[in-house]
């Protein structure tokens, strides 16, 4: 099955899917075969064992961990930034183990959007241009580029700091310039890492209620986290530990 074209993000229907996906039912639009992902030594470590998991689209899953458990080689190898070292990883039903390394990058490009603890914001680029900047690559036509800008930082509650320079903004505006840069190009599928790390209390609430919203609107949302109350606020629950995984009822 070929990966599908951009586009599918925030508008598009959920359906969800279980953890194991019966015969004939629902494509999960992320799926772990049997993933095992080790690192020569010696001696060799495997962060990742016999890993299987399915994802559907429009769940909401928290992926939570103590540091070192595996959390973060599992969002290199959602992400497309890492490979197993075993079994396949499958997104929207295409087994992504031969694309090319261009290949992947038009692919995350496309169907990924990213969102991490320390923000990754241009530092001397606007708001508006640090929003702009992925749809260079995602395929977003250039007419549509600046509008569809506005109305993801309109979203994010930003339309009054599009000429702001990142190091002006709070560290909540800061996080809320990257998920409006993570959605705009319309992925599939958001990786949240650590996204509330470098935020207080409120603030936190306020980003964590921004992705509920996105959720809402059919957004597939993984959010990886170390903070048990943060992962609770997801529908699917999945415990790692010293590379494997478990789901909570």
Known sequence: MPLPPAGGGPNATPTGAPATVAMGGPVPLVEFVDVTRAF????????????????????????????????STMLNILGLLDRPSVGQYRLAGAHTGDLTEDERAAVRA??????????????????????????????????????????ALERVGLSHRLGFLPSTLSGGERQRVAVARAVVSGPQLLLADEPTGN??????????????????DGLTLVVITHDT?????????????????SEAA
């Open 110 to 151: 496309r169907l990924i959007g990213f969102v991490f603890q320390s923000f990754h914001l241009m530092q001397h680029r606007s708001v508006l241009d640090n929003v702009l900047m992925p749809m260079l690559y995602s395929g977003v036509p250039r007419a549509e580029r600046e509008s569809r800008a506005l109305a």
């Open 40 to 71: 020569p030594g010696p001696p060799e470590v495997q962060a990742l064992k016999d890993v299987n998991l399915a994802i559907g689209q429009g769940d909401y899953v928290s992926i939570v961990g103590p540091s070192g458990s595996g959390k």
């Open 199 to 216: 935020l207080d209390q409120a603030t936190s609430g306020e980003v964590l209620a921004l992705f509920e919203e996105l959720h809402a």
């Open 229 to 245: 109350a943060i992962a609770q606020r997801a529908s699917r629950h999945i415990r790692i530990l010293d590379g494997r995984c």
